[in-house]
């Protein structure tokens, strides 16, 4: 399985659309954003370098391990590549852990770039906040991991990039991605794995702690995801 991890990881990192779209494009979005706001505090006094710093930060990590995971498993149930590995002694949950690591490690670059333009940009935090918010938005891709895993074996290998992104654009719309989630649409948003996500950077903010309702939320969906991705899996084997 290690090996199939490498092969996965060094796959990615070579793929010239995953550093654009991935690693740079979340960046670009974050100095737009910066700029286009015309004040320097959301309301509650949130920094506005601050809030986009992390929601630019889980947009490139969310979207790097879901387009990349189920896009590439859609290509490889095509081409049959997927057929071959199950001639191998290699086991269903072995190559699902493998696709859910592999895309896990390839969003710490998308995260520390969006870091480093954002320590450019005026962002100070502690060095205890910078470890404890990459490790947490890390953390939280694996979710996001496991959910391109169901998506890639749920959907057809034709239309799997479309299913994609109107999953990640509405999650990421009510999910406070693009802009703060406020008022009773906050209710609702308890229910958006992004939200979740989002919401683990509020320990930096001063007088606040990690949000351990959103960890556990997400725990959750990390869950549903993986049950999910495993059936669908062992289906898509039945049919094979």
Do not use: C
């Not at 910066?34 to 929601?55: C, D, E, N, R």
């Not at 190559?95 to 995260?111: D, E, G, H, N, R």
């Not at 969906?221 to 049950?227: H, I, K, Q, S, T």
């Not at 495993?230 to 049919?239: F, H, K």
């Amino acid at each position: 399985m290690t090996t199939l991890i490498l092969l996965e990881i060094t796959r990615t990192l070579r793929n010239r659309r995953y550093l654009l779209f991935t690693v740079l494009y979340p960046a670009l979005m974050y100095l737009f954003f910066i700029h286009a706001y015309g004040t320097s505090q959301l309301a509650g006094g949130l920094p506005v370098k601050t809030y986009f710093m992390v929601s630019m930060a889980t947009f490139g990590a969310v979207g790097g391990v879901l387009t990349g995971n189920a896009q590439r498993i859609a290509l490889e149930r095509k081409s049959g590549w997927v057929r071959q590995l199950r001639l191998t002694a290699l086991p269903g949950r072995a190559y699902t852990a493998a696709k859910i690591a592999a895309t896990a490690v390839t969003t710490l670059p998308a995260i520390l770039v969006v870091f480093a333009v954002g320590a450019g940009q005026g962002v100070r935090l502690s060095a205890a906040q910078w470890a404890g918010l990459a490790l947490a938005l890390w953390l939280g891709s694996f979710v996001f991991s496991a959910l391109g895993v169901a998506l890639g074996y749920a959907a057809a290998p034709d239309s799997v990039q479309t299913v994609v992104m109107i999953a990640y654009m509405a999650m990421a719309l009510f999910g406070g991605t693009w802009f703060p989630v406020t008022g009773s649409l906050e209710r609702f948003a308890r229910f958006n794995p992004v939200y979740l996500y989002n919401q683990l950077g509020t320990f930096t903010q001063p007088g606040h702690s990690l949000d351990t309702v959103a960890v556990a939320g997400l725990a959750a969906f990390l869950a549903v995801f993986v049950a999910a991705a495993a059936t669908l899996y062992r289906r898509d084997t039945r049919r094979a």
